[in-house]
Structure formats: C-alpha cells, structure tokens
C-alpha cells in the first residue's frame, strides 16, 4: 500500500485557469487515463486524466479553485495489485453472465458508469451539458464503452426535460458571481414571495421548451370604447362600468372559434398528437403583492359581457388575499395579460404552459390615423401575441390577429355584449 500525490501536468497555456468540474470524489476507485477533473480557460476547456490506478483517499480541490502546472490535485492510495480494479468489474461482468453482442456491450457501458460515476464525454460535450443544466453522469452514452455525445445530451433534454409540468432533471445553469454585492455598498436579503418561486419553475420550462415568436399589432377601438361608455342601467339610468378586458376576452374567444389550433395544448411533440380543446376557459394575468397569478374565467362563450366584468373583479380580489382555488389557475384555453392599467404599449408575454399562444395588450392611445385620404383621430389599443411555433406558423399568428382586430373594432362590439 503506497501513496502519490497527483499534480496538474504541463497544459500549456493554460495558467491560472478555473476548475469547472470535479468527476472524482473521496474514497473512489479510478483507473489509468480516468478523468480527474475539468478546466477551463477562455478559449476552451481540457479534461486532466490519472496516470495511476488506486483509490482517491484525499482531494484537494474543488470547483470554483485556480490551478496552474504543478498544484495538487488528490492524494492516491495505490495497492501492490494495480489490475485489481479491472478484476472486479470483470468479476462483476461475468455474474451477470453477459455475452459478448451488441446489447451486452451496451450494458457493460452502462455498469462501468455505475462503478465509476462518471461519464466518458469529450470537454466539448460537457461543456455543452453545462451549458443546458445537465449532470452528464445521468446520460447514458451512445458511442463505444458508453462516451456521452452531443446527440446523447440532446435527446436527454428532450425526454427529461418535463414531468408533470415541472422542471426537475433540467435545471438553469447558475453563473458564479465574481464579488458578493455586499462588496460594493450597503444590501438587504429579503424572501422570494412563494408565488413568485412556485411560478418560476413553470416560467423556466415555458420559455426553454417551447419556441416562442411574437406579433405585434394594433387594434382600431374607437366604436368599442365609445359602446362601452354609452352603457347605462335600463333601471336608474346610471352608467354601468364594464372592463375593456372583459370586451377582449369575449373577442379573443371569437378568434378562437375560427382557428381551433389556438385553443390546444401538444404534451408531448414526439407523438405527433395535439390537443384540441372544445371549451373556451381564458386566463388572466393578475398582479398581486404576491406576484403574477392567472386565474380562468371558465365557459367565456356562454356568458355575457356583464358577467364576465364581474367574474373578473371576482377573481381577482381572490387572488390578490392568496384565497383562489388552486384548480383554478389550470385549464386555460388561451391567457390574456393586460398592462394597460400600468403603462407601455409592445412587449413578449411568455406562453402558460400548457396552452400554446398568449395576448399581451398594452396601453390604448389617441392616435392620428389615415384612413379614406384624411387623418383622423382613433383609440389605438397595442396587442402582442406570442406563439408556440411548433404548431403555429407565422401566416396563421397574423391572420389570427387580423381576426381579432375585426372582433374588436367596428360594428362588432355590440355583438360581444349580447
């Protein structure tokens, strides 16, 4: 029984370079040319390899450390037997009475990442499996005695990637700050808002698995909102205050109808199936002291205006004292997120897993429009729909919001109401 100390060898330029992986930990048995750790200039990225076998006793580094030719890795205890480790997977090999065909080299791939935990992969490919948030021990390699490729890692995204709606193999990888910001002045740590936290795992698996494309448009709303003034109580005569959303709801719902591919949801593109819905339940995006919640205003073709803007005030007053019934911020067709209260006009609203599009409408204003040789003044409302490009297309997007546009402007306001 012996120990040797194994340094970082001559790696040329690389001076002063970053551990970004340590495939090796304390009490683990490793073989000649295994990977020990990975650096990382920035240029590119080098694997260190053993040049002994035996048994890490004591480990030196970690990731995050600084390394230059000659800094010590790990402390290895050798035996006076250095083929034992290859006797012991052979052992194990033959118990499990593996022949020799394509299925059993598969396997033995498969057992050697088991004994040794890690995975053989180029620095190229770890590299690209840091870059997605991927641990490459999970990947099963595809290439001879199990070496993981890029290909190897793509497929994993795609088939972990999302489970029941969340995020758990794929995760966001983190950037190492160089300095804590206390560094610089005065800092108060305050506690994310659950709402918030429970919303960003949802956030995060929208905008990495679904490629979203946005159109921009404007509405003429002149005649909607001069209707929606002119309503008063047959009774009192008092005017009745109606929420322009609840008019772009009923208006999104007419859209709908007349492209059925917006109301769908695709769980998984591999089977090559999608989701038509038949019921028509929008979400609204409501702003709360918590953070973003979007509640359903479910059957929206069966209801009327005035209902609508009441159910609207309903659900939200819910949302904002956190008293909304979990089952109601599922099982939307399509959701609206408005900041025309707020402020601003274009933005790139993300989509709400697992619906496939969303509207953002802005801010309307006054604006001198052309139209029939003169300019004339009309209430301009900013719309942003954003997609999911799997199964929408570009041409189908701005003929959706040529749709809507009509729903919202002449002679048609009166036909939502009713």
């Not at 490459?136 to 290439?143: A, Y």
Request: hydrophobic share 35%.
């Amino acid at each position: 029984m012996s120990e040797i100390d194994i340094k970082v060898p001559n790696i040329g330029e690389f001076k002063d370079v970053e551990v970004i992986e340590v495939l090796v930990s304390e009490g683990q048995s490793i073989g000649k040319n295994d990977p020990l750790i990975t650096i990382e200039s920035d240029k590119s990225s080098v694997e260190i390899p053993s040049i002994y076998e035996g048994k890490v006793k004591y480990l030196k580094l970690k990731v995050g450390d600084k390394v230059s030719e000659g800094d010590f890795i790990l402390i290895l205890e050798r035996t006076s037997n250095e083929n034992k480790i290859k006797e012991d997977v052979k052992i194990e090999k033959q118990s499990e009475t593996i022949v020799e065909t394509k299925e059993a080299t598969e396997q033995i791939s498969i057992t050697k990442n088991k004994v040794t935990n890690i995975s053989s992969a180029s620095p190229k490919a770890r590299k690209f499996a840091r870059e997605l948030g991927v641990n490459i021990n999970e990947v099963v390699g595809s290439e001879k005695d199990g070496r993981v490729v890029e290909d190897d890692i793509k497929k994993f995204v795609s088939l972990k990637s999302v489970n029941n709606n969340v995020i758990k193999e794929v995760k966001p990888s983190k950037i190492k700050n160089e300095y804590e910001h206390a560094s610089f002045g005065k800092v108060e740590i305050k506690d994310i808002p659950r709402v918030k936290k429970l919303a960003s795992t949802y956030l995060t698996n929208s905008w990495t698995t679904i490629p979203h494309v946005t159109n921009h448009d404007e509405a003429d709303i002149t005649e909607m909102e001069s209707f929606r003034s002119s309503l008063t109580d047959i009774y009192t005569g008092e005017k009745i205050k109606i929420t322009p959303l609840a008019f772009i709801i009923k208006a999104v719902v007419a859209s709908l109808k007349k492209f059925p591919s917006f109301n769908s949801s695709i769980d998984e593109i591999e089977s090559g199936k999608m989701t038509i819905k038949k019921y028509y339940h929008i979400g609204i995006a409501v702003d709360t002291p918590n953070g973003l919640m979007v509640p359903k205003i479910r059957d929206v073709n069966n209801k009327k205006i005035s209902l609508i803007s009441k159910e609207l005030r309903e659900v939200s007053e819910l949302c904002r004292n956190l008293k909304i019934d979990k089952k109601e911020l599922f099982g939307g067709s399509m959701t609206i997120t408005s900041l025309g209260g707020i402020g601003g006009s274009f933005f790139t609203p993300i989509i709400n897993y697992p619906e496939v599009a969303i509207l953002g409408v802005g801010r309307s204003e006054k604006k001198q429009v052309f139209i029939n040789g003169k300019f004339k003044i009309r209430t301009m409302l900013p719309i942003s729909l954003s997609y999911d490009h799997r199964i929408i297309d570009g041409a189908e997007a701005a003929r959706f919001n040529n749709d809507l546009k009509e729903n919202l402007g002449k002679n048609f306001a009166y036909k939502l109401a009713v």
